[in-house]
Antibody, heavy 123, light 106 residues
Framework: EVQLVESGGVVVQPGGSLRLSCAAS????????MHWVRQAPGKGLEWVSL????????YYADSVKGRFTISRDNSKNSLYLQMNSLRAEDTALYYC????????????????WGQGTLVTVSS | EIVMTQSPATLSVSPGERATLSCRAS??????LAWYQQKPGQAPRLLIY???TRATGIPARFSGSGSGTEFTLTISSLQSEDFAVYYC????????FGGGTKVEIK
C-alpha cells in the first residue's frame, strides 16, 4: 500500500524559512517522480513542484520559483521542500504526491497523495 | 499558463440522479486531463486520467470524456459517498487545476 507522510509544517513569520519532509513507503521510491501540491485554507489546489526520479530534473510553479527548492534522498525514501522568503500567500496545506509514470519518466499528474502538512505564514 | 475553468461552481443533485461536471481549458491540452475527488478533511483522490481512463478501484459510475479544450465528468447515479468537491487538472503543460465543482445534496 502506498503511504506518503508529510511533516514539518509550522507557523513561521513572513520572510522566514522552512523545510517540509515526506516519508514514502509501499512502492519503489526511486522509480518515480514526485510532486508537491498545496491548498490554501478553503481554496482549490495549486501545483507547486515536481522532481524526477533521480533528482536530476526539477520544475516549479512561477509563484514559488527562486524561493522554493525540491529535493529527494532515495536512500531514505524521502522527499523535501525547502521554502525560503515565505509570504502570507504561501499559507496552505502542503501535499506530497506520487507521479504514476513508470520507466523513470513523469506524467504530470499525481496518483497518490499524503494527508498534508499545514504551513502558516503569519507575524 | 493554461487556465482551467470548471462549471458549475456548485451542483445540487439528489441521490440516484446523474451529475455532469464540466471543465474547459484555455488552450488545447489534448487528452492530458485528470479528475480528482476531495472530501472534507481528506486528500484528493484520483478518479480519471487521460481524460477517460478510470484509476484503479474507481467505480464504473464515474466516467470522463472530451479532448482538446472541453471535458466532462459524469457520475451516472450519485451515491451518498459521492458528495464532494471535484477538480480537473491538465498536464499537457505545467500542471494546473480548475477551481473545483462542489456536488451537494439537493
Amino acid at each position: 500500500e502506498v503511504q506518503l507522510v508529510e511533516s514539518g509544517g509550522v507557523v513561521v513569520q513572513p520572510g522566514g524559512s522552512l523545510r517540509l519532509s515526506c516519508a514514502a513507503s509501499g512502492f519503489t521510491f526511486d522509480d518515480y517522480a514526485m510532486h508537491w501540491v498545496r491548498q490554501a485554507p478553503g481554496k482549490g489546489l495549486e501545483w507547486v513542484s515536481l522532481i524526477s526520479w533521480d533528482g536530476g530534473s526539477t520544475y516549479y510553479a512561477d509563484s514559488v520559483k527562486g524561493r522554493f527548492t525540491i529535493s529527494r534522498d532515495n536512500s531514505k525514501n524521502s522527499l523535501y521542500l525547502q521554502m525560503n522568503s515565505l509570504r502570507a500567500e504561501d499559507t496552505a496545506l502542503y501535499y506530497c504526491a506520487k507521479d504514476p509514470s513508470t520507466l523513470r519518466g513523469y506524467s504530470g499528474y499525481p496518483d497518490y497523495w499524503g494527508q498534508g502538512t499545514l504551513v502558516t505564514v503569519s507575524s | 499558463e493554461i487556465v482551467m475553468t470548471q462549471s458549475p461552481a456548485t451542483l445540487s443533485v439528489s441521490p440516484g440522479e446523474r451529475a455532469t461536471l464540466s471543465c474547459r481549458a484555455s488552450q488545447s491540452v489534448s487528452s492530458n486531463l485528470a479528475w480528482y475527488q476531495q472530501k472534507p478533511g481528506q486528500a484528493p483522490r484520483l478518479l480519471i486520467y487521460g481524460a477517460s481512463t478510470r484509476a484503479t478501484g474507481i467505480p464504473a459510475r464515474f466516467s470522463g470524456s472530451g479532448s482538446g479544450t472541453e471535458f466532462t465528468l459524469t457520475i451516472s447515479s450519485l451515491q451518498s459517498e459521492d458528495f464532494a468537491v471535484y477538480y480537473c487538472q491538465q498536464y499537457n503543460n505545467w500542471p494546473t487545476f480548475g477551481g473545483g465543482t462542489k456536488v451537494e445534496i439537493k
